[in-house]
């Protein structure tokens, strides 16, 4: 059976368990798709897998929405991951979450240069092995002062359209530290060298999964995830920690007590 | 819960990016650009990303007013009345003073439907060429 | 735009004068830096070092008003080393040899003289331009907005054609349009002297073919500009008004005649989403919705048309615009003799059936439908059901036939800087704001941005005047006074300011200058004279 038809009847048994108020997944719309709540009883002729949009950052909207709302979600393994790096930061609650698990093909991992390219567990799809994104090889090739100037170049087409900001599942706090005047100086194009953007690289450790959603948002095309697999890199080396692996892992940066409290 | 996206064009620049609109329970909640647009593919400029955000502004016209004589205020007013206040006004000027004593500001932010409709009123029913917009601005 | 945005993806050299490009058609920009990254050439022409002037593979900065006088230096170059398209000259175009005789006095030191761009760039520009292999020149209103508006917008035909830089993808001649719909409000006639489809109001044949449709057509006179009403308002020519989504008291030069015009109205009448600076002067305000309460369609820049769609029901008691015009119309049709035509009515079910009646009366849009728009945009002209779209014009032959070349001299603006006025004033767009901030300025994180209007000054003026960052400044024309923060940078050169024209507490049009092109009866916005005062 064809993969959409399996997640399509996956989708289909999880709404009639009864477990959940809908499910989130992709329909189609033309020739592209937009993320749309499903419910009991919808026709699922249209739910279609690609492209994808950034589901946890909607999932999380919806939970919020509505404190008592049970919701399941069709999950690749990056929208697993975000979801677990926003729970540990109970920015979602994972009891209130049904995932139906989906594996990307090896022409989606392509698409993203995905190295993890599978959920912890498989409900639809074959497993593919993850790939090694080639600009990431080339950038550490360079020495210090040309990774300096290839990123100035990089981020003097930044038109400050904060895509990057507002599409990641990851970036949920309340006051961005990006439009506040004392680091980021509003108003200016390209923002102020380095500090928008190495900003917003730091707040990405220990909770980037490498969902390429900042970099397909980029009107000025920054290879932004080059920059934040690299820090991921190094957070692993340095702390052992791996986004997303699991619920239990601690993130680098989280003090202990506050995760513990649950603050 | 209903949560749906609509499939739209942006309404500033015109460049024309499509966008979807993200409706959560009857409130525009915020916009998603298409992915798969031959424009901006996936892509969007701030204002863009933000084309959701005056829908539900507080200081939206939601009921006709009335100004009953010049320097005074407004007052609300139904539909009947000011759509009768509107053709009456505009056909006694007509009527004293000439098709061409009246002028008409279509605009680049409504529709083609709604520029084509504007101008028809203004020639086929007023009668006059006085009809124009904010192009060259 | 004779072109599509989507073109650009194949263009190698761009030339882009008087366009932020960046920040005022971002996603042109895209494809703009993407194509520079495979390799093609980006120069920028323009007073002001905007974002997209930095990221140039050449910039050069002359001096606001003398676009005709570079553009002709660079036809100059171009003819004197025997750069241009020969063939394309002799077998597409006429009035050649008058052009080179015009251009002839414009070299390179001469237009140094005029312009204040380097020769020695000025001579880089034209052989990158005219060898490259597809051209495609972009403009804005930097180009239109002058009182040589026509002449400017020729001189870049002039250039295209010149060196065969049209007719193919990935050239040609490429306005910006600045608005998301300002291309089909004029494609549907919302135009003073033609009706839908750019049909004359002075031919009889057109006449004519209205009458029978609707019942009745004007005289064979074309009828105000947007400016020249607000002009007869003032005078009492025109006696009332009806303004659909505009904001003039914003928007239109030298507000302190606009008031006094709207002032001066018997009636008024203003429809509109939120209560403008417009509204303030209305007799009857007209609540209409937001793109995201009504069905549709726009056209953009590069006569693309795509769907508006409805994604939630009116606000309180607003109404579509289309509704709002119908009830109106169905109202006045009763207070006057029948009108008998095939389109003479005024019951519409949906934007639908109206798209149906102006693509049958508008020849470049005979085959649109809603049907079609189902499936995807179609760029006009599309004449019938089964025509694909025109993705770009002018490929075997040009809509007159063969491109006439016009021959044009430089001529100064209307208002230049002097003793008492010494800066010379340029406006126009930003990022973070729109138009007359009607909407953006209602939306928190664009108005956290940038919260309040500016003057752009460079640091040799800021430093004579003695102003500081953010300093307070009067600016002061002959029309009027706005007070508003310095801002000191390197975008403008000494002697020139900017203006963005969004903030209505410091209007950049009480200052502008309402002097108009002769015939586009667009007006200078990007030339006038200003004196700076330090706020103390």
Known sequence: MERVALVREAVKRLLDSGQVEGVLALRTVGPGSAPHLFHP??????????????????????????????????????EERGLIEMAKRNQVDMNRIRLVYLACTAEERDECCCSWPYPSQIDVGDKVEGTADALVAEHERLSLAERTEFWKRQFARCIKCYGCRTVCPQCFCETCVLEDNLWVEAGVLAPPFPSYHLIRAYHTIGKCVGCMECENACPADIPLTVLYTLLRRDAEEMFGYVPGRSLEDLPPLAVETLWQTGH | MEYRNVLTTCIYCGVGCGLYLQVLDGQVVGTWPAKGHPLNDGRLCVKGWYAHSFIHHPERLTTPLIRDQKGGPLRQASWEEALDRVAQRLMAIRETHGPDAIAFMASAKCTNEENYLLQKLARSIIGTHNVDHCARL | MTNSIPEFDETDCFLITGSNTTEAHPLVATHVLRAQRRGAKVIVVDPRRTQIARLADLYLRQRPGTDVAWLNGLMHVIIQEGMYDAEFVESRTEGFEELKAAVAEYTPERVEAITGIPAADLVTAARIYAQAGRAAILYTMGITQHTTGVDNVLSCANLAMLTGHIGRPGTGVNPLRGQNNVQGACDMGALPNVYPGYQPVTSEAVQAKFQEAWGYAPPLRAGLTVTEMTDAAYHGAVKALYIMAENPMVSDP????????????????????????????????????????????????????????????????????????????????????????????????????????????????????????????????????????????????????????????????????????????????????????????????????????????SPEDAGRLGLGKSARVRVISRRGTIETRAWITRRVPPGTVFIPFHFAEAAANLLTNPALDPIAKIPEYKVAAVRLERVA
């Open chain 3, 254 to 457: 030298d507000l302190n005649h606009v008031r006094a015009a709207l002032e001066r109205c018997d009636f008024l009448v203003v429809q509109d989403i939120f209560p403008t600076e417009t509204a303030e002067f209305a007799d009857v305000v007209l609540p209409g919705v937001s793109f995201a309460e009504k069905e549709g369609t726009f056209t953009n820049t590069e006569r693309r048309i795509q769907r508006v769609r409805q994604a939630i029901p009116p606000l309180g008691d607003a109404r579509p615009d289309w509704q709002i015009i119908c009830g109106l119309a169905q109202r006045m049709v009763g207070m006057q003799p029948t009108r008998e035509g095939r389109f003479a009515g005024w019951e519409y079910c949906s934007p639908a059936e109206i798209m149906a009646e102006a693509a049958a009366l508008t020849p470049s849009y005979g085959g649109v439908t809603y049907e079609r728009l189902e499936q995807g945009s179609l760029q006009w002209p599309v004449p019938t059901p089964d025509h694909p779209g025109t993705p770009y014009l002018h490929k075997d032959r040009f809509t007159r036939g063969l491109g006439r070349f016009t021959a044009v001299a430089y001529k100064e603006p209307a208002e230049l800087p002097d003793e008492e006025y010494p800066f010379l004033l340029t406006t126009g767009r930003m990022m973070f704001h729109y138009h007359t901030g009607s909407m953006t300025r209602r939306s928190e994180k664009l108005e956290r941005e940038v919260p309040e209007g500016y003057v752009e000054i």
């Open chain 1, 41 to 78: 009883g919808d026709s699922l002729d249209d739910l279609t897998l690609w492209p994808k949009y950034p589901l946890p950052k909607i999932l999380d909207m919806l939970l919020a929405a509505d404190p008592s709302v049970r919701l399941g979600m069709v999950a690749r393994g990056c």
